[in-house]
């Protein structure tokens, strides 16, 4: 009713990234999906622990994102899951980098339709780096449409230029560095399953994209 009545409405989400300190806040690095959510999140978690940054889990699982933000000890940077009804009451929130796993129909009684649905997941791009699933239609065509300025693709398969993927059975980054980057053997994943390879490549695209080394890639995903 507010919302029809023209008054803005924030969700926990949209206050605590309006809260953030002013000087150096801790960049976002944020991931949404139908489905793997707080697997990749918690891969990324691991990642950026192992490359020494302090970080945490943070949004839709783990810790509540307002007291990330509001931390005492300041993060250097925060994992966010974001689920799609999160996304929709956060309309400034702008992550250094986001992650589209995958699209598949849900919570349509909520968002009305399937094209609201998706246009609501794709929020998740509005900051410079879009990292998006290039083995699912839907999200390659919304991430072919994004703004960001950077767009990166992760795929079960032989990874093009700006992406990353499998290689010969090893995870290969192919988006951020100029020579192929092996990161480690897919068979090294756990839990076993190429749905969780693909939730690596997706976190260890965020990870990337703020210069996590692959060596602490690699140490991130065999803790995990």
Excluded: C
Excluded at 111 to 138: E, F, L
Excluded at 165 to 186: H, S
């Amino acid at each position: 009713a507010a919302a029809q009545a023209g008054i803005p409405v924030w969700g926990e989400v949209e206050l605590a990234w309006r809260m953030r300190a002013e000087v150096g806040p801790a960049p976002w690095l944020t991931i949404t999906g139908t489905n793997g959510k707080t697997t990749t999140v918690e891969m990324l978690a691991s990642m950026l622990r192992a490359a020494g940054l302090r970080a945490t889990a943070a949004g839709n699982v783990g810790t509540p994102i307002l007291e990330a933000v509001l931390h005492p000890e300041p993060y250097d940077v925060i994992a966010v899951e974001l689920s799609s009804f999160q996304l929709h009451w956060s309309s400034t929130v702008a992550p250094a980098a986001g992650a589209l796993l995958n699209l598949a129909p849900d919570h349509l009684d909520w968002h009305g339709s399937m094209a609201a649905y998706a246009a609501t997941k794709a929020m998740i791009w509005r900051g410079p780096v879009a990292v998006g699933n290039a083995d699912d239609r839907a999200v390659s065509e919304l991430l072919a449409a994004s703004a960001s300025a950077r767009k990166v693709g992760f795929t079960l398969g032989e990874p093009r230029p700006g992406q990353l993927g499998v290689r010969d059975g090893q995870l290969v980054d192919l988006a951020f560095t100029d020579v192929p980057l092996e990161l480690l053997p897919a068979a090294d994943i756990r839990p076993l399953g190429a749905h969780n390879v693909a939730n690596a490549l997706a976190a260890a695209a965020l990870a990337r994209s703020r210069g996590v080394a692959g060596a602490s890639v690699a140490a991130g995903l065999r803790a995990f």
